[in-house]
């Protein structure tokens, strides 16, 4: 089969496409055709050695998919389904655990499925478990354009909060509209104008998954009892806080390590799926699509992210 292999830590340019054997399935996997695999910041991490999970060299990334099943427990051949291999999904073929595969609604796309999986489960974990999100209250999103941002962006909507979007320039503005922001801000000035919006009193929820200088400010944006969700660094710094502005208004700064959360878990997946379900089939959950790029080009697919130029989900088309 035809597969993208990382094989040295130079950077999306090391990625190359080769032809190596299909994955050996267990009696416990499932084994899926994959259609359109999702492109992730953990990859790019990976393509310089900085992720957590470092898989020995050569090794083919890819957390997240949507395809055809063709074989394994819990699901008919032919199933069309999302999942969640974590590594091997930049590949025509790839296997999961039945608990990372998700059965997909017939109106979800393979495009919109293969942006479900790490994105949407996050968020969901970030806004429902870590951070207590109740109907009415208002969140900002950092990063709104992008795959996480517009994921919590559509999640919050739809679960009744009101949402603020952070974008970093003009262009940004109208993907974050489309995913359902109440107000776009740029990211220039961003706490007076969330101060301004909500009459003075702050925001109750910040989605955080870029970090760097925005920080501080951040944290000065929330009302009292506010949460301040860590999602990820994509701005590249990691943020030191000063322990005391915490005490000021009652404020959190929670960690949403979602990976680290299911592992131990794996059938807390299958929890989150059946909340967003429903979500799904109303259509109120459509991921907002950015790039699609075939599968050659999955090196230019990663510096879309690394360059911090991706608008929406960036996919790879596999077939």
Same mark, same amino acid.
């Given at each position: 089969?035809?597969?993208? $292999? ?14 190596? =054997?299909? /994955? ?6 499932? !084994?899926? =055709? !994959?259609?359109?695999? *999702?492109?992730?910041?953990? +990859? ?6 900085? #992720?957590?999970?470092?898989? /020995? ?11 055809? !099943? ?6 008919? /051949? ?13 590949? +025509? ?12 609604? =017939? ?12 994105? #949407? ?15 009415? @209250? ?31 320039? @003009? ?28 009459? *003075? ?9 870029? *970090? ?27 943020? $030191? ?23 131990? $878990?794996?059938? #807390? ?17 459509? /991921? !907002? ?7 050659? =080009? ?22």
């Amino acid at each position: 089969m035809r597969a993208v $292999q990382i094989t040295s830590l130079n950077g999306p340019s090391a990625l190359e496409v080769v032809t190596v =054997d299909e /994955p050996a399935a267990g009696p416990e996997d499932v !084994v899926i =055709d !994959v259609h359109v695999a *999702g492109v992730t910041f953990p +990859e790019v991490l990976q393509s310089r050695g900085e #992720y957590q999970l470092k898989p /020995p060299l050569p090794f083919v990334p890819g957390s997240e998919v949507a395809g055809v !099943v063709r074989s394994g427990p819990g699901f008919a /051949p032919g199933r069309r389904v999302a999942a969640f291999p974590a590594l091997g999904g930049f590949a +025509e073929v790839v296997t999961a655990r039945p608990a990372q595969v998700f059965p997909l609604p =017939d109106a979800v796309s393979f495009e919109a499925g293969a942006a479900l999986p790490m994105n #949407y489960l996050t968020v969901h974990f970030g806004l429902v478990r870590r951070g207590r999100l109740r109907a009415g @209250e208002t969140v900002l999103v950092h990063g709104a354009a992008g795959g996480v941002g517009t994921a919590a962006v559509q999640l919050a909507s739809a679960l009744g909060a009101r949402v603020i979007a952070v974008v970093s320039t @003009e262009d940004k503005i109208d993907p974050a509209r489309k995913a359902g922001a109440d107000e776009v801000i740029l990211a220039d000035g961003f706490k007076d104008a969330a101060k301004e919006l909500t009459g *003075g009193r702050g925001v109750d929820v910040v989605v955080d998954p870029v *970090g760097g200088d925005r920080f501080t400010d951040s944290l000065r944006s929330l009302a009292r009892e506010g949460r301040l969700l860590v999602i990820g660094f994509t701005g590249g710094e990691i943020p $030191q806080v000063k322990v005391n502005r915490l005490l000021l208004n009652n404020i959190s700064v929670v960690g949403v390590g979602w990976g680290a959360f299911w592992v131990p $878990q794996p059938n #807390y997946l299958q929890e989150q799926w059946s909340d967003l379900a429903p979500l799904l089939a109303a259509g109120k959950l459509e /991921p !907002v699509l950015g790039r699609s790029f075939p599968l050659e =080009d999955a090196s230019l697919a990663l510096r879309e992210l690394d360059e911090r130029r991706a608008i929406g989900k960036v996919l790879l088309t596999v077939r």
